[in-house]
């Protein structure tokens, strides 16, 4: 048999490859939601006691294509930790991360499996969501170093940051934080609303108006704090060389997925907006997590 080998190009192509299936199946999971489907399979892992795969009607085709889609999942972040220890010279920090990535696959489909035989428990949905997002912040992470450190040998070079003004570089944990907090208040919002997954999931005993309440509060402060740290970085030639560009795209998905909250909130939770929400939830935490390590990025020669 020929021996599996890959150039630092092909890996990030591998990387890539996990990151897009990652964030696909996060929609695709959604959809599941959205659509009443949650208990489409009310069994896992089988769909239900006498099928494996059941697509007698659309709830359970549904469910099951996010279920079969699993499957690609697994075998995108399988094949990254193969290539990553193929890999020449040595990449431990991108095997690391690939293993990770593994890990967070296999805790989200125990997870997958809890929210459908707890019934839809919304503690659960939120844990399952929660996990999404670290696992997309580790392959991002992933990318970020298959991209950058191609030639280097051992794990990240941990040099001084670029940006020395100590205010800026707060402000961006800052806004990474409560990024951070918009989205866990989101899925509690989510919790306490009609979306939960079919019409008798069990909801969490909070008003949908007091959780959207704190969740926008959340939001604009933090939208605010991106704000006053784009004027600050102006001000800064270093830091406005180096954070213009992730604040400009922060800023932009931040207040459109600001503005489709609001509307979604008052045009009684239309599937194909919350759809739509949910999915810009990721690219706004991606956004922050994206200004983080730019601010964070250490000088290459
Ligand atoms: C940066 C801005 C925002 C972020 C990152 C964000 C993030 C999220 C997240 C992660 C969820 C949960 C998704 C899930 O559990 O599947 C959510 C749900 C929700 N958000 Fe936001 N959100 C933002 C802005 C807003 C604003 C300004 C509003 C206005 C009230 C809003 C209203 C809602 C509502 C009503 C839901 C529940 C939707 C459902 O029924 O599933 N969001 N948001």
Known sequence: MRKLSITPKGFLRVAQTAFASLYLIIITGSLVRLTGSGLGCADWPRCSESKFVDV?????AIEQVNRLFTGVVAASVILAVLLSVKLRPKRRDLVAMSIGLVIGVLAQVLLGGLVVLTGLNPFSNIAHFLVSMVLMSNAYMLLQHARIFRTEETVLPRREPEISNSKILLLVRIVLFLTGS?????TVVTGSGPHAGDENAIRIRLAINTAAKIHSITVIICLIT????FLMSRRDQVSWRILAHPLERFLAIGFLQGLIGYVQYFSGLPVLLVAV???????????????YWNSKLPKIS
């Open 56 to 60: 007698s009607n659309s709830h359970a």
């Open 182 to 186: 918009a989205v866990v208040t989101g």
């Open 226 to 229: 991106a704000l006053v740290l």
């Open 277 to 291: 929400h949910v999915a810009l939830s990721v690219a706004v935490w991606l956004g922050a997590l994206d200004l």
